[in-house]
């Protein structure tokens, strides 16, 4: 039986930052996907702003660039809908253009 003695938790302030560390490379992986996603959308002439990428695919690629724990990047997925830098529409992410334009 393990307790949570033999393990060593950081304080909260310093996995806040770790997280919010990891802000600006999450957000250049979705926007290099979802410009993919409007390159498509435009050659069947369909409307850019519909670009958007599943939850799933965002944790995927976060693992897979960025070497992070299917939790880490979970929790930086959520963290970045609390700051108001990406939307979500039930399991589908956009990038916050509000945020992207005020910049």
């Known amino acids: 039986m393990t307790t949570n003695q033999y393990f060593q938790k950081a304080p909260?302030?310093?996995q806040i930052q770790w997280t919010q560390s990891w802000y600006e490379p999450a957000l250049k992986s979705l926007?290099?996907?979802l410009d993919v996603r409007r390159t498509n959308l435009r050659?069947?002439?369909?409307d850019e702003n519909q670009a958007a990428i599943t939850r799933d695919?965002?944790?995927?690629i976060l693992i897979n660039d960025?070497?992070?724990t299917v939790y880490q990047?979970?929790?930086i997925i959520?963290?970045?809908l609390?700051?108001?830098?990406i939307l979500m529409f039930g399991r589908f992410i956009q990038m916050n253009e509000e945020v992207i334009s005020h910049e």
Do not use: D, M
């Open 73 to 75: 990047a979970g929790e």
């Open 12 to 14: 909260e302030h310093k």
């Open 66 to 68: 960025h070497r992070i």
């Open 78 to 80: 959520s963290s970045l």
């Open 43 to 46: 050659k069947i002439k369909r």
């Open 82 to 85: 609390r700051a108001g830098k």
């Open 57 to 60: 695919e965002f944790i995927e």
């Open 31 to 33: 926007n290099g996907i």
